[in-house]
């Protein structure tokens, strides 16, 4: 039975490691997530469809991220959740169609809904 006593030392220290802490999202992370994945699509849809009218998407999520204050996990998750937006639609679009533009549209309302929900319901 010599061979317990390794196990037992070996589950102790193992104990005995310090776990990093993990942080808990905020309630908003999951809107956060999407607010950012319709703000990448819109980088990529703005320069097709409305080039001149629009603000610099990437730079309204760079705001975002600053003013969040986020850890580097949910900063990267939120970053993730930006490229993915842009991917989806550079996947299907070269140039603006009426689908495109209709996306566009879609997504701005859809931005605008998140952005109020998140900031009516969590803001201080």
């Not at 639609?89 to 309302?109: F, G, K, P």
């Not at 859809?110 to 900031?119: Q, S, Y």
């Amino acid at each position: 039975m010599r061979p317990a006593r390794p196990i037992r030392a070996l589950l102790v220290c193992l104990l005995l490691v310090p776990v990093p802490a993990l942080a808990v999202d905020p309630p908003y992370q999951g809107e956060m997530e999407r607010l950012a994945e319709i703000l990448g699509s819109l980088y990529f849809l703005a320069p097709l469809c409305r080039p001149s009218s629009e603000p610099d998407w990437r730079q309204q999520m760079a705001d975002l991220i600053e003013l969040d204050q986020p850890d580097d996990d949910r900063r990267q998750r939120l970053a993730g959740a930006f490229n993915a937006g842009y991917g989806a639609y550079a996947r299907l679009y070269r140039a603006c169609t009426v689908s495109a533009d209709e996306a566009m549209t879609r997504l701005l309302l859809e931005a605008e809904k998140t952005a109020r929900d998140i900031h009516s319901r969590f803001a201080e």
